[in-house]
Nanobody, 113 residues
Framework: QVQLVESGGGLVQAGGSLNLSCTGS????????IGWYRQVPGKERGYVGG???????TYADSVKGRFIISRDNAKNTVYLQMNSLKSEDAGVYYC???????WGQGTQVTVSS
């Protein structure tokens, strides 16, 4: 049974940082592509960034230079390091096994101004 679990969300002041985790069970994250998405009420989930099985990372223009995606194969975890957070970064963050479409349950990020 494949399971993705996000964690690390919370309340942070604008300009601050958070480090989100996406931990897999029943799946080896280093063998697939993992994407991070953000959803705000009333809108569809938007792509934030991702990491391929080969370790190549991509980012949405809105987060380039501020967010960093990495992977720890030993912990079977993908991270989303979010720096210089802005109010528009707030939302529920989800990770996804892109090829197979598995989603985690999401973690809430709130940015106070």
């Amino acid at each position: 049974q494949v399971q993705l679990v996000e964690s690390g969300g919370g309340l942070v002041q604008a300009g601050g940082s958070l480090n989100l985790s996406c931990t897999g069970s029943g799946i080896t994250l280093s063998l697939t592509a993992i994407g991070w998405y953000r959803q705000v009420p009333g809108k569809e989930r938007g792509y934030v960034g991702g990491i391929s099985s080969g370790g190549i990372t991509t980012y949405a223009d809105s987060v380039k230079g501020r967010f960093i995606i990495s992977r720890d194969n030993a912990k079977n975890t993908v991270y989303l390091q979010m720096n210089s957070l802005k109010s528009e970064d707030a939302g529920v963050y989800y990770c996804q096994d892109i090829p197979r479409g598995y989603w985690g349950q999401g973690t809430q990020v709130t940015v106070s101004s």
